[in-house]
């Protein structure tokens, strides 16, 4: 039995100790024998044996909110098939277009939840929060996952939605960190897609995730970048999948002025109610059940004075304010180019866009660019390359 030396410690310290170190080695019955580590009320006790068995881990994350159906569908898919060990890090309500923010200068909140067996946590921020937390190794034993998988997002990604999408974000920080990964997204029809096609968008990426997993093992999956698959809006009757290019496709953002006599008082959150719902957040026990956090963060009011810095004055606002709300407007699309990413959705193919992190110029961009600026600067200000 592991024991601790007799020292001057007090006798309570000491026993705090060998408890301690009692958990960490096994602990033993009445006849000196080890029981297995971890056998009762171990959270993750499964998961960490089927790693030491060499299951490969994936890393789940999403940009709509871990309570969405793409999510939870594609996690109960990859539990069920017994063939890796799941972990999920995903925001707790939805971060769509959130693009690649992080959150800076606040608390993030952080709570385990349950999701179809899969060790999981739900957190305040972003999903480039989510994935950067993960890796970081503050929430599980892993350094690095095999590979990471954002999604199934709820909506196209395709063309220069890229920018916007929280999930292509989330696949996007795993690759910054040297995880492979992909990001999912459902072409969603809002007015005939239905739930139970998250399901079927699922059931025909997995052989696409296998195929990833499997090649990852052999060193052979690339290594500069990260496949953006876009699910056309019925998954069942695709034709295949096929290797796409990003395309410039794009919705207009389409500003709408908003009377505020259509919503009830409150509706709209003042910059110090919003303070003092994260300041609220942050007294909250991080570990205690997802349904108890929401309940008393539904009970709680928080008033706080105002926030301006120390003997400066608040700017004065006019009384007359506005309110606008953010829509995408479907944009009529020209490119007629078959291999072209929203195309191929179009033609009821998976499109697969392989993604990377180079933000260069092209050469004759380039060219074009370093030529306006010598001629539109003093000669001796420009340096060329």
Request: aromatic fraction near 6%.
């Amino acid at each position: 039995m592991t024991s601790v030396k007799n020292t001057l410690l007090p006798p309570s310290l000491v026993s705090n100790l060998q408890d301690v170190l009692m958990n960490r080695n096994g602990r033993e019955d009445a006849g000196g024998s080890k029981l297995e580590e971890g056998t009762e009320g171990c959270v993750g006790t499964n998961e960490e044996r089927e790693y030491q068995e060499g299951k490969p881990i994936v890393l789940v994350t999403n940009g709509d909110g871990i309570g969405s159906p793409g999510l939870t569908e594609l996690v109960d898919a990859l539990v069920r098939s017994r063939q890796y060990v799941v972990h999920v890090c995903a925001p707790e309500s939805d971060k769509s277009a959130s693009g690649h923010s992080v959150t800076l200068r606040e608390t993030v909140s952080v709570s385990s939840v349950e999701v179809h067996g899969a060790s999981a946590y739900e957190v305040s921020g972003t999903p480039v929060d989510c994935v950067s937390l993960a890796l970081s190794g503050s929430l599980f034993s892993w350094s690095k996952p095999a590979m990471v998988i954002s999604g199934i997002n709820k909506g196209s990604s395709c063309g220069n939605h890229i920018f916007y999408s929280g999930a292509v974000a989330g696949a996007r920080e795993a690759l910054l960190c040297a995880v492979p990964s992909l990001s999912i997204s459902l072409n969603w029809n809002k007015d005939e897609s239905q739930e139970s096609e998250f399901k079927e968008a699922v059931d025909v990426c997995l052989p696409l995730i296998n195929a990833a997993i499997r090649d990852i093992k052999k060193g052979i999956f690339p290594k500069r970048c990260f496949f953006n698959v876009e699910v056309p809006s019925t998954p069942a009757a695709n034709k295949g999948f096929k290797i796409t290019r990003h395309s410039q496709y794009r919705s207009v953002l389409s500003w709408q002025a908003v009377s505020s006599s259509r919503y009830p008082a409150g509706h709209f959150m003042s910059k110090q109610q919003s303070l003092g719902i994260q300041l609220a957040q942050l007294g909250r026990d991080a570990s205690a059940a997802a349904a108890v956090r929401r309940l008393n963060a539904q009970k709680k009011t928080v008033e706080i004075e105002s926030v301006a810095e120390h003997g400066k004055p608040e700017p004065q606002r006019g009384t007359a304010r506005k309110y606008y709300r953010l829509e995408f407007t479907e944009k009529d699309q020209e490119a007629a180019d078959e291999d072209l990413d929203f195309r191929a959705v179009e033609n009821g193919f998976i499109s697969v866009t392989p993604l990377d992190l180079l933000v260069q110029c092209e050469t004759e961009m380039y060219n074009s660019a370093s030529d306006w600026l010598a001629a539109a600067l003093a000669p001796s200000d420009v340096q060329t390359s």
